[in-house]
């Protein structure tokens, strides 16, 4: 069973002003699939304090890292940033399998700027912020990205189909 952390980023949401459905949505996916989902937090779209709790939640080898939020065209939108900033890898297939399926249903999938990468033993994903595009993206990746993290931390090999 591998951990994971699920961070919110939200303005509102982290003065109460608004429901976090979406951090609960991967919450309770991540649950469904296995994951021991050991953080869980919803923090405001400040460049230094994303960074902070990526740093955090990878030098605790947690080794799946969602975030929901900040990849639109808002000026306070930096979660792809801050999460380029702190990974060692990028993992472009992730977003781009995401934003392809999310493209057959809107044709603003391509407004989204979420990145995936890796830091020490974490693969850290940006997800949008809206419930229906955390479900969809989620369906994308969740069900092979296990064998991804088992590469990544020595429990497995990789192996072509």
Known sequence: MYQAAVLTLSDKGSRGAREDLSGKKICD???????????YTVIPDEFELIKEKLIEFSDKNIN???????????????????????CEKMVPGISEAIRAYSMTITNRAMLSRGVSGIRKNSLIVNLPGSLKAVTESLDVFIDCVGHGIGVLVGEENECAR
């Open 29 to 39: 996916v991540l649950l469904e699939k296995g994951y021991n989902v050991v953080e």
């Open 64 to 86: 799946l890292i969602i975030t929901t939020g900040g990849t639109g065209f808002s000026k306070r939108d930096v979660t792809p940033e801050a999460t380029t900033e702190v």
